[in-house]
């Protein structure tokens, strides 16, 4: 059964979908919607449970069969097949699989889960779990947070290098966003053990933020080992979401990525 997502579309071309990392929302592809659909009919996503999508009945589990085939559900209510796919974080682990699924024609993953080794997933798990209680503030006070530039950084500084390049306004509405997000605690329990071990036969590219405090850079080495296949490309002083970063680099990642799936020109 289809669950409808929320979503923000721009640009024309070849779709490219967008899906951001867990307890956060389709916004956090701001930084990098404009850049990118000067080329492509882009489409930044919110997951079932979070941003303003609905979370899953009840009954349906969060785990990643279920993520591709609503995904692939909801490709084919907007019109498209097969797009090009680009995930952070969460969103990166589920890109991935929908292109190991042959659901994607092409895969940039931004710090993608599930190349966990034993101590990061214990500090990306308490880091997660942290992020997610402090936003249980009352709202008035992640309000007056969010219009303190101390208050920006202490919110930010474990997802971003930059944090202070948010707006009050904008930090508010992420709050807001992981608070009341209800897919959380279903992803977490669902995904607290998962790791990715699957083979892409379409262009892909995983790339890391090297200052990553969430998923940290060294993952990127077990990334290496189990997808050899890919191109694996550093983003020098990036944290964990790193469209906010330096948005001009992601940007052109992806745009590099998705340029290896046309077909070469023939010599005359």
């Known amino acids: 059964m289809l669950s409808e997502l929320a979503y923000t579309r721009k640009g024309s071309g070849e779709p490219l979908v967008l899906i951001h990392g867990i307890g956060h929302r389709r916004q956090a592809w701001n930084p990098v919607l404009d850049l990118l659909a000067q080329s492509h009919d882009v489409i930044a996503v919110d997951l079932a449970g979070f941003g303003e999508s609905p979370a899953y009945p009840a009954s349906a589990s969060y785990d990643m069969d279920h993520a591709c085939q609503n995904l692939s559900d909801n490709f084919a209510a907007w019109g498209i097949e097969r797009p090009h796919v680009v995930g952070n974080s969460l969103g990166g682990a589920i890109a991935l699989e929908l292109g190991a699924r042959g659901l994607a024609r092409s895969v940039t993953a931004l710090s993608p889960a599930g ?154």
């Open 115 to 268: 190349f966990f080794g034993t101590l990061n997933r214990i500090q990306t798990l308490g880091l997660l779990v942290m992020l997610r209680l402090t936003s249980q503030l009352p709202d008035r006070a992640l309000r007056t947070l969010s219009r303190s530039a101390v208050g920006r950084r202490l919110a930010g500084f474990s997802l971003y290098t930059h944090p202070e390049r948010f707006t009050a306004d904008e930090v508010y509405g992420d709050a807001l966003a992981l608070k009341r997000c209800t897919g959380f605690e279903r992803t977490i329990a669902k995904g607290g053990n998962y790791a990715f071990r699957l083979h892409l036969d379409v262009p892909t590219t995983i790339a890391w933020g090297t200052r990553d405090l969430i998923l940290p850079y060294s993952s990127s080495a077990i990334a290496q080992e189990r997808l050899p296949e890919a191109d694996h490309v550093a983003l020098p002083h990036c944290g964990h979401v790193p469209m906010v970063d330096d948005p001009d680099l992601v940007a052109r990642v992806i745009q590099n990525t998705t340029a290896r799936t046309q077909e070469p020109v023939a010599a005359a």
